[in-house]
């Protein structure tokens, strides 16, 4: 399996200022995904981060809001811009083993928590 | 819209069988996901299952899918303490990517 970490583990943030977080993988990967686990619920995709090209949202997320890079195979970011208490989650990089793979692993996650 | 369902919380001696169930509506589904949550940490895929089969078994872990109900179950024999967290169950339609749909998670205590 992949070996996924990610930066920073866990922040404390003002309203209105924005967090970056990484994720960096251990070999290179075709698809990488982010998803947020809000406080007690289950986890909800945000993007796939594609290589060389814009994210594509999901419902309901924009890029304006979580802007997304993915500069080569092994690492991509995403901002959360402008924060607000409600955007209080863990937000989680995802990976798919192998192209086409049917496996996805996931990083420990980074707990941000906005006040 | 796609949906998966689970029960929120099962307690279980230790020693004992734990069953842990999820319903799903998408039957376009390719693959379904048990991944598991300890306090504070990521998620951790246990086991997968394809459409096409109805029963997997991997140590102590066992699926089964009725996919004519819709209906997956992971059982973990001779549960133990380790083994309390949250347990995820997730779809996917492996077309374009594969996006997971998650349940909403259930969360296992195991007690002496």
């Known amino acids: 399996s992949a070996v996924i970490s990610q930066k920073p583990s866990r922040d404390i943030c003002q309203r209105g200022t924005s967090l970056t977080i990484q994720c960096q993988v251990d070999?290179?990967?075709?698809?990488m995904f982010w998803y947020r686990q809000q406080p007690g619920q289950s986890l909800t995709l945000i993007a796939t981060?594609?290589?060389?090209?814009?994210?594509?949202?999901e419902s309901g997320f924009v890029i304006d809001k979580f802007p997304i890079s993915r500069p080569n195979l092994t690492f991509s970011t995403l901002t959360v811009s402008n924060m607000s208490p409600e955007d209080s989650s863990i937000y989680l990089c995802?990976?798919?083993?192998?192209?086409?793979?049917?496996?996805?692993?996931f990083g420990p996650g980074t707990r941000l928590t906005v006040l | 819209g796609e949906d998966v369902e689970q029960s929120l919380f099962l307690s279980v001696r230790e020693g004992d069988s734990s069953v842990i169930n999820c319903t799903y509506t998408?039957?376009?589904?390719?693959?379904l996901y048990w991944y598991k949550q300890e306090p504070g940490a990521g998620l951790q895929l246990l086991t997968y299952?394809?459409?096409?089969?109805d029963m997997k078994q991997d140590q102590r872990l066992t699926v089964l899918l009725n996919k004519k109900d819709k209906h997956l179950s992971l059982r973990i024999a001779d549960t133990q303490t380790g083994d309390s967290a949250i347990y995820f169950c997730?779809?996917?339609?492996?077309?374009?990517?594969?996006?997971?749909?998650f349940g909403a998670g259930t969360r296992l205590a195991v007690h002496p």
């Open positions: 997730a779809e996917s339609n492996a077309g374009g990517y594969n996006k997971l749909i």
């Open positions: 995802s990976v798919e083993a192998e192209a086409g793979g049917i496996q996805q692993f």
């Open positions: 981060a594609n290589q060389g090209s814009e994210a594509t949202y």
């Open positions: 070999s290179q990967v075709t698809m």
């Open positions: 998408d039957s376009s589904s390719t693959y």
């Open positions: 299952i394809f459409s096409n089969m």
